[in-house]
């Protein structure tokens, strides 16, 4: 990870700005000065020895002094020039073109980063050079296995969390470091309806295939709407907005991520009922709240995700949905109600609730997203049939012990309407199995969620949405409708 933080490290002044450090000059200025040096020490000395030595006068002195001078001028001039022509050629120029080459490569120039050395360029220099190709390729070598690491980690992990929170992972100092911090997100939790016992009675490799292309599908909207994808839970999704940034248009790009994706399921059947496959069905829900982001788990295994009420909110949110819906809690209605069309609230008591849960129907919503529910194609076509049934009601996924006995009295492939007695709650998820057998036919246990209760003629009806169904017995119901419109 430090490899990846080395970008944002400031690097040491640049010694090549500075003229008066540089090769020419230190060597240069340090051979002219000794030279001058040593002329003045022979010029004094040769001065004082002609003084002592020599009967002269002031004025021969002086001229023969000149005459020093002008020699040792001469010497100097001709010391300078060849010593430059020397020093340059063999030393200046071969080092002023390696430190050339190294600002080449540290401002990350195209250009060739090889150094071109004049004949008869010192081993030792020649040896730097050597050292310094060696050493460059062994750098761009590791540089370029690590960014090959880092690209592979980047997408193959990025298949498993968002990019961005793989960007976070990866470049923050304390990115595998256990623990989380508190944020305000969106949830939205969506499920199939009847997927489970669907898959039973199909080929495994065919329902995989089937799970990969919905699953594929709804990433697709879900990436289009900057969602995180938290967890695939069997053939549910756990999306998240607000992770790992939180933005202001949070609750109202889940709800629009939410629409298109019913809608997105309705292309979809489109293509499968024309190769073969049953109609799909996908309930929603969507909860707003407080919720623990982070590392979750241990040393030895951890997971980037949320963990709060927020989410077993939005779960049981969802496990009130029927095929086709999207609800919202009230969290989320309070931030989005300017925007978004819904129907009147639910309210349903559930088990470990200390007040009833108060839900919203979604049917569409405004500017800028503009997204309408699309309705469902399944046929509605009904006819009037009495079947008797028993039913059971469904809680937690335990079927409760007394059965509760029933008529039908208007039926189609998605709705049932039926006498009851006694009468069952809105929102009741029931277990139904018919009391008969046709054309050695019997039906399988069907599972619905009651929509309503109302009185019509003198009679209480509850109308029960089917929410999974064998689909031998949804085509003879099927045919039904069909025979009897």
């Known amino acids: 990870m430090s490899f990846l933080?080395?970008?944002?490290?400031?690097?040491?002044?640049?010694?090549?700005?500075?003229?008066?450090?540089?090769?020419?000059?230190?060597?240069?200025?340090?051979?002219?000065?000794?030279?001058?040096?040593?002329?003045?020490?022979?010029?004094?000395?040769?001065?004082?020895?002609?003084?002592?030595?020599?009967?002269?006068?002031?004025?021969?002195?002086?001229?023969?002094?000149?005459?020093?001078?002008?020699?040792?001028?001469?010497?100097?001039?001709?010391?300078?020039?060849?010593?430059?022509?020397?020093?340059?050629?063999?030393?200046?120029?071969?080092?002023?073109?390696?430190?050339?080459?190294?600002?080449?490569?540290?401002?990350?120039?195209?250009?060739?980063?090889?150094?071109?050395?004049?004949?008869?360029?010192?081993?030792?220099?020649?040896?730097?050079?050597?050292?310094?190709?060696?050493?460059?390729?062994?750098?761009?070598?590791?540089?370029?296995?690590?960014?090959?690491?880092?690209?592979?980690?980047?997408?193959?992990?990025?298949?498993?969390?968002?990019?961005?929170?793989?960007?976070?992972?990866?470049?923050?100092?304390?990115?595998?470091?256990?623990?989380?911090?508190?944020?305000?997100?969106?949830?939205?939790?969506?499920?199939?309806?009847?997927?489970?016992?669907?898959?039973?009675?199909?080929?495994p490799e065919d329902m995989v295939r089937l799970l990969n292309r919905y699953l594929e599908r709804m990433s697709k909207v879900i990436m289009e709407y900057d969602g995180m994808i938290d967890e695939f839970i069997g053939d549910a999704i756990l999306t998240v907005f607000g992770v790992p940034e939180e933005r202001d248009d949070d609750p109202l790009r889940a709800v629009a991520c939410a629409l298109t994706m019913q809608n997105a399921l309705v292309e979809l059947n489109n293509e499968l009922t024309h190769e073969g496959y049953p109609e799909l069905e996908m309930g929603i829900g969507i909860n707003t709240g407080s919720v623990i982001v982070g590392n979750i788990g241990s040393e030895i295994r951890a997971k980037y995700g949320i963990v709060g009420a927020t989410v077993n909110m939005a779960s049981r949110i969802e496990s009130n949905t029927v095929g086709g819906e999207v609800l919202m809690g009230e969290s989320t209605h309070r931030l989005v109600k300017k925007s978004v069309t819904a129907a009147p609230p639910h309210t349903v008591m559930m088990k470990g609730l200390k007040r009833p849960l108060v839900i919203y129907p979604v049917t569409a919503i405004g500017a800028p997203y503009n997204v309408n529910l699309d309705p469902q194609?399944?046929?509605?076509?009904?006819?009037?049939?009495?079947?008797?049934?028993?039913?059971?009601?469904?809680?937690?996924?335990?079927?409760?012990?007394?059965?509760?006995?029933?008529?039908?009295?208007?039926?189609?492939?998605?709705?049932?309407?039926?006498?009851?007695?006694?009468?069952?709650?809105?929102?009741?998820?029931?277990?139904?199995?018919?009391?008969?057998?046709?054309?050695?036919?019997?039906?399988?246990?069907?599972?619905?969620?009651?929509l309503s209760v109302e009185e019509q003629n003198n009679k209480t009806l509850t109308r029960f949405r089917i929410t999974s169904i064998n689909q031998k017995d949804r085509d003879i119901l099927k045919k039904w409708t069909s025979e009897a419109s």
Request: aromatic residues 6%; glycine residues 4%.
């Open 377 to 450: 194609t399944a046929n509605q076509d009904s006819i009037e049939l009495n079947l008797p049934f028993h039913c059971w009601k469904v809680e937690d996924k335990k079927m409760a012990s007394k059965a509760i006995s029933g008529e039908t009295v208007i039926l189609n492939e998605n709705l049932i309407t039926a006498s009851v007695e006694p009468h069952l709650e809105p929102l009741t998820d029931i277990k139904l199995i018919f009391d008969f057998c046709m054309e050695a036919h019997c039906f399988d246990d069907i599972y619905a969620k009651v």
């Open 5 to 203: 933080r080395s970008k944002n490290r400031k690097l040491p002044p640049d010694p090549n700005k500075n003229e008066k450090n540089s090769v020419r000059a230190v060597v240069l200025m340090g051979v002219f000065w000794r030279i001058l040096i040593i002329e003045g020490i022979l010029l004094v000395g040769t001065l004082i020895y002609a003084a002592l030595t020599e009967d002269k006068g002031s004025v021969e002195l002086f001229w023969y002094a000149l005459r020093i001078i002008s020699l040792v001028a001469i010497i100097v001039l001709f010391m300078m020039v060849t010593l430059k022509s020397f020093l340059e050629k063999r030393i200046i120029s071969p080092l002023e073109s390696i430190a050339e080459a190294n600002k080449r490569f540290q401002n990350d120039d195209s250009s060739p980063n090889d150094v071109n050395l004049p004949e008869g360029a010192p081993k030792e220099i020649n040896g730097i050079v050597l050292s310094r190709r060696q050493m460059l390729d062994t750098i761009l070598k590791i540089s370029e296995e690590r960014l090959h690491l880092v690209k592979f980690i980047r997408n193959t992990f990025g298949r498993y969390l968002s990019k961005r929170v793989v960007d976070e992972i990866l470049e923050s100092p304390n990115g595998q470091e256990i623990g989380g911090r508190r944020k305000t997100v969106t949830v939205v939790m969506s499920d199939l309806r009847g997927f489970t016992s669907l898959a039973e009675t199909r080929d």
